[in-house]
Nanobody
Framework: EVQLVESGGGLVQAGGSLRLSCAAS????????IGWFRQAPGKEREGVSCMSSSDGSTDYSDSVKGRFTISSDNAKKTVYLQMNDLQPEDTGAYYC??????????????????????WGQGTQVTVSS
């Protein structure tokens, strides 16, 4: 069974940084697109960033562009989300998800939440002001 395990969340002050990791197992990593989502209490799940594991193309939501960077280590089957200049509005549970990349991220952009096949359990990020 496919597994995605997030780690790296925590409590940080505004302006600080965190790096989240998403470790994948039991699927052919470079055939999948990986996405990061977040959900704050009482709010809908929001797409943050995504990456093609095959060609490395990436995309970001406007709210994090310039502050967050997604990257991967395909040998380790791990995708990272470097988050800089964190703000209280970045607080939430962060999830990674995987979908077989039938349409390339480079042309299609990030897949919508409902399109992803596999999800991790989430890691909490709390940013204090």
């Amino acid at each position: 069974e496919v597994q995605l395990v997030e780690s790296g969340g925590g409590l940080v002050q505004a302006g600080g940084s965190l790096r989240l990791s998403c470790a994948a197992s039991r699927f052919t990593f470079d055939e999948y697109a990986i996405g990061w989502f977040r959900q704050a209490p009482g709010k809908e799940r929001e797409g943050v960033s995504c990456m093609s594991s095959s060609d490395g193309s990436t995309d970001y939501s406007d709210s994090v562009k310039g502050r967050f960077t997604i990257s991967s280590d395909n040998a380790k089957k791990t995708v990272y989300l470097q988050m800089n200049d964190l703000q209280p509005e970045d607080t939430g549970a962060y999830y990674c998800a995987a979908v077989q990349e039938y349409d390339r991220v480079s042309s299609y952009g990030c897949y919508k939440a409902w399109e992803y096949e596999y999800w991790g359990q989430g890691t909490q990020v709390t940013v204090s002001s």
